[in-house]
């Protein structure tokens, strides 16, 4: 198995609402990360877990609020969101940080 | 820290011609290069990589790409385009000495396929 599972595929979100993504691998990997993009644009790290702690955290303010249940599992808690905060968000894994990613196929969030 | 030039933000090209996406890096220290490709709507995945060994890589879909480190470029080749191959490419690097080092990606380069 070498996929990395989002859900849900399209998020539509008020900003007072409070919204979870998920993402799930089970390929064994010890780094998860969370991307944002944009239209056109490459992907904005956002979090990196390594070994299920975080590692990196990009200046991401806090109305993002990632979270690593298991090895497995990487969920993004979102509140209070900004209309500018409507993007595609990517979650990858990888056997290291350093190494290739394996992306799944975003959330698409939008925000009223 | 490393960084990573796709000079070409756009290419346009006729089907069944050949094309190259050219990508360069920062830093001739030891490096993993990657090339993604993102069809529309959906995530990135991996076309090739090179980690180490011979300096010409092959991937999927008729890809390959070859790494020259006194140029510090891992341009990406394709002798045959097809209407598929329609997509936003991004070049990736990572310093392979450093285990915490992230994966940096270039800004794309959209492959437009001319009929």
């Known amino acids: 198995d070498t996929e990395v599972t989002q859900t849900p595929k399209h998020l539509v979100m008020g900003m007072t609402n409070k919204k979870s993504l998920k993402c799930e691998q089970h390929?064994?990997?010890?780094?998860m990360y969370w991307y944002k993009q944009k239209a056109k644009k490459p992907p904005e790290l956002m979090f990196v877990y390594s070994y299920e702690k975080l590692s990196i955290n990009e200046s991401v303010p806090s109305r993002f609020s990632p979270e690593c249940p298991n090895s497995s599992l990487l969920n993004l808690h979102l509140h209070a969101l900004q209309p500018e905060d409507s993007a595609l968000y990517l979650c990858?894994?990888?056997?290291?940080?350093?190494?290739?990613?394996?992306f799944g196929q975003g959330t698409r969030l939008t925000v009223v | 820290a490393q960084s990573v030039t796709q000079l070409d933000s756009q290419v346009p090209v006729f089907e069944e011609a050949p094309v190259e996406l050219r990508c360069n890096y920062s830093?001739?220290?030891?490096?993993?290069l990657f090339w993604y490709v993102q069809y529309p709507n959906q995530g990135l995945q991996l076309l090739l990589k090179y980690l180490s060994g011979s300096t010409l890589v092959k991937g999927i879909n008729g890809f390959e790409a070859e790494f020259n480190k006194s140029q510090t470029s891992f341009h990406l080749r394709k002798p045959s385009v097809h209407i598929s191959d329609t997509a936003e490419y991004f070049c990736a690097v990572s310093d392979r000495r450093n285990r915490d080092d992230k994966i940096i990606f270039g800004k794309g380069t959209r492959l437009h396929i001319l009929p």
């Open positions: 830093s001739s220290v030891s490096v993993y």
């Open positions: 390929m064994g990997h010890r780094a």
């Open positions: 990858a894994s990888s056997q290291d940080i350093r190494g290739e990613a394996f």
